[in-house]
């Protein structure tokens, strides 16, 4: 996805292997041991971790306190784009995009556009994107980013649309801050074969074309809740679905803030993109099928 700071493209392409949970290319997923000497890291909940921050979602309404909205920044008309990658949504703070109800999160792109969204951008549907960019999550964790996080979730795989749970570094701009996909599903590629999930990472080395990143197969991708991980340390982050990884980051030997910006704070984001890049084609009748839902996050640490 797109940080609200600066324009970002994704590849345009993905590569798959048809192996259930495991396949991909790009680089940084061979899931071996990190340092010599170090345990191999897991997506097995440590014991020695506590739960730091979650979100049930049990409380019905708006999202509540623990989010904010991420509308973006700026004129999007003196842009000329949607968040970069020519996405034709408008994100809003309304309930009808955003809302927890019977213990869920819902995230809800619709069709059409409220008064104050540019006419000159081929936008077509609301939808919402939500962020834990707050002091208050930032403090729960202690101002790190280490951890076991999980976010269980049912994930539509509509063609046209863009569903994303993903992180930003808490300080700088796109790409330096750094950026980290746990689960993107994109209609221009899956939506002929849903069973799959993309994940990666992007930093100033590593952005657009050159981004470093793994496609997996996932059973029931579209049909079931699935719990989204992944296991952050000072030296990998490694990501995946069920207990079963899928793709995998090491802090590089030479590292800096250019390969490796993921010593600092960073927040949570939600959402569901409408068209676009990755999102492809958009049927307007199939928006309303466009629906993320969210059954809990909750986030660990040492």
């Known amino acids: 996805m797109l940080s609200t700071s600066s324009n970002k493209s994704h590849p345009r392409w993905a ?6 949970f495991l396949g991909g290319c790009g680089g940084g997923g061979d899931f071996s041991t990190g340092n010599p000497g170090e345990h191999p890291l897991t997506l097995a909940l440590p014991s020695s971790y506590s739960l730091k921050w979650s979100d049930d979602f049990s409380t019905d309404g708006a999202p509540g306190p623990a989010w904010d909205y991420d509308r973006g920044t700026g004129d999007l008309a ?13 994100y809003t703070d309304s309930r009808q995009n955003s809302f927890v109800s019977d213990g869920l999160l819902t995230i809800q792109p619709l069709v059409g556009l409220p008064d104050e969204a540019p006419r000159n951008l081929n936008l077509l549907a609301t939808s919402a994107r939500l962020k834990t960019d707050t002091p208050a999550f930032y403090s729960a964790l202690n101002s790190t980013p280490y951890g076991f996080y999980e976010i269980r979730a049912k994930v539509p795989c509509i063609g046209g649309g863009w569903p994303a749970i993903w992180m930003m570094g808490k300080d700088g701009i796109w790409p330096d801050r750094g950026e980290i996909d746990i689960m993107e599903w994109f209609g221009r590629y899956f939506a002929n074969d849903v069973n799959q999930v993309q994940s990666g990472v992007h930093t100033r080395d590593n952005s657009g074309a050159n981004s470093i990143y793994k496609s997996a197969r996932v059973s029931g991708m579209c049909t079931q809740y699935h ?9 990998e982050i490694l990501i995946g679905v069920n207990g079963v990884p899928t793709f995998s980051y090491k802090k590089p030997a030479n590292a800096s803030r250019s390969n ?3 010593d600092q704070p960073a927040h949570l984001i939600l959402n569901v993109a409408v068209g676009g890049n990755l999102g492809g084609d958009v049927d307007p009748a199939k928006i309303p099928s466009m629906t993320l839902r969210v059954d809990h996050v909750k986030i660990w640490q040492p």
Request: some cysteine; charged content about 5%; overall charge neutral.
């Open 227 to 235: 719990n989204f991980q992944m296991h952050w340390t000072a030296s």
């Open 260 to 262: 490796w910006p993921f």
């Open 78 to 90: 003196a842009l000329g784009s949607v968040w970069g990658n020519s996405e034709r949504q408008y």
């Open 15 to 20: 590569c798959v292997f048809a192996v259930v």
